[in-house]
Nanobody, 130 residues
Framework: QVQLVESGGGLVQAGGSLRLSCAAS????????MGWFRQAPGKAREFVAT???????????DYADSVKGRFTISGDNAKNTVYLQMNSLKPEDTAVYYCAARGSSTPVWPLRVGAQYDYWGQGTEVTVSS
C-alpha cells in the first residue's frame, strides 16, 4: 500500500521559513515525478513545485511563479523523501500543502496538474501570520 506522509507544517510569521517533508512508502518513485500542491481556504488546489530525478543525484525542478525564488524542492532518492524549503513566507502562502507522486514514468515535463499524479498525502497545514 502506497503512503505519502507530509510533515513540517505549522504557524510562522511573515518572512519566516518552514521545511516540509514528504516520506513515501510502499514503493519507490525514483524515476517518477513528485510534487507539492496547496489549497487555501475557499480556493482551488494549485500547483507549487515538482521534481523528477534524472538518475543519481541530478534532478529537474519546476515551480509556480508565485513561489519561484522563495521555495526550493529537493529530495533524497535513497530515503524516498521529498522536501519543500519555504523561505520568505507570505500570508498568501497560508494553505494546506499536499504531497503527490506519479505512479509511472512519462516524457511530459513539468507536471503541474493534479490529475497527472496518482498518489496523494493527507496534507499538512501552513499558516503564515502578518
Amino acid at each position: 500500500q502506497v503512503q505519502l506522509v507530509e510533515s513540517g507544517g505549522g504557524l510562522v510569521q511573515a518572512g519566516g521559513s518552514l521545511r516540509l517533508s514528504c516520506a513515501a512508502s510502499g514503493r519507490t518513485f525514483s524515476r517518477n515525478a513528485m510534487g507539492w500542491f496547496r489549497q487555501a481556504p475557499g480556493k482551488a488546489r494549485e500547483f507549487v513545485a515538482t521534481i523528477r530525478w534524472n538518475g543519481g543525484d541530478t534532478y529537474y525542478a519546476d515551480y509556480a511563479d508565485s513561489v519561484k525564488g522563495r521555495f526550493t524542492i529537493s529530495g533524497d532518492n535513497a530515503k524516498n523523501t521529498v522536501y519543500l524549503q519555504m523561505n520568505s513566507l507570505k500570508p498568501e502562502d497560508t494553505a494546506v500543502y499536499y504531497c503527490a507522486a506519479r505512479g509511472s514514468s512519462t516524457p511530459v515535463w513539468p507536471l503541474r496538474v493534479g490529475a497527472q499524479y496518482d498518489y496523494w498525502g493527507q496534507g499538512t497545514e501552513v499558516t503564515v501570520s502578518s
